[in-house]
């Protein structure tokens, strides 16, 4: 039987496992600094999901009044289709529910058909595009969704 996952705040402890991941899992990785301010940084719901004491996934957003931003969601390669991403995003609509935000929105890569599958399948919306939004000049798709 697969042992439980826990999803928890993350931590300054955190941080190397947390950048580990966005290493792997990005082409244009984040700065362990840029993890590092978030979690000072007020106006956030920074998570970790852990499975036998590992970080297995983390989601970082950013809220202001009624909206929220998804920064980051990654989960680690071995723990996929398993629902961590799903349960990152539960605590994130249980988190917004009790702080009345009623939107939650986020940018992703034009080609990234695995996230936008996973959006998809949690009722975001494709809203518009932004062109020229990454470094290398991919395109992002603002998706949304009501709380
Ligand atoms: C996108 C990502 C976070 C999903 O994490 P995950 O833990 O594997 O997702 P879950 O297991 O919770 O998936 C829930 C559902 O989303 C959909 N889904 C998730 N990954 C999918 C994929 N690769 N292809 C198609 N649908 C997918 C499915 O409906 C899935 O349910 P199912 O497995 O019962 O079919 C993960 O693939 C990842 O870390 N990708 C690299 C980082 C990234 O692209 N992040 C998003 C940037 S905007």
Do not use: Q
Not at 63 to 85: L, Y
């Amino acid at each position: 039987m697969a042992a439980e996952l826990t999803i928890r705040p993350a931590r300054d402890h955190d941080l190397d496992a947390i950048h580990t991941l966005e290493v792997d899992a990005f082409p244009a990785p984040w700065r362990r600094d840029f993890f590092d301010s978030e979690l000072r940084a007020s106006g956030r719901l920074n998570l970790v999901a852990i499975r036998n004491r590992c970080v297995v996934g983390y989601v970082f957003t950013m809220w202001i009044f009624d909206e929220m931003h998804v920064n980051k969601i990654a989960v680690s390669r071995s723990e996929r289709r398993r629902g961590v991403a799903d349960a990152l995003m539960d605590a994130c609509f249980a988190f917004a529910r009790d702080h009345g935000i009623t939107t939650i929105s986020l940018e992703v890569r034009e080609s990234n058909r695995e996230a936008r599958d996973f959006y998809s399948h949690l009722d975001f919306e494709a809203s518009y595009l932004r062109p020229r939004y990454y470094p290398d000049g991919e395109a992002a798709v603002v998706m949304t969704r009501r709380v």
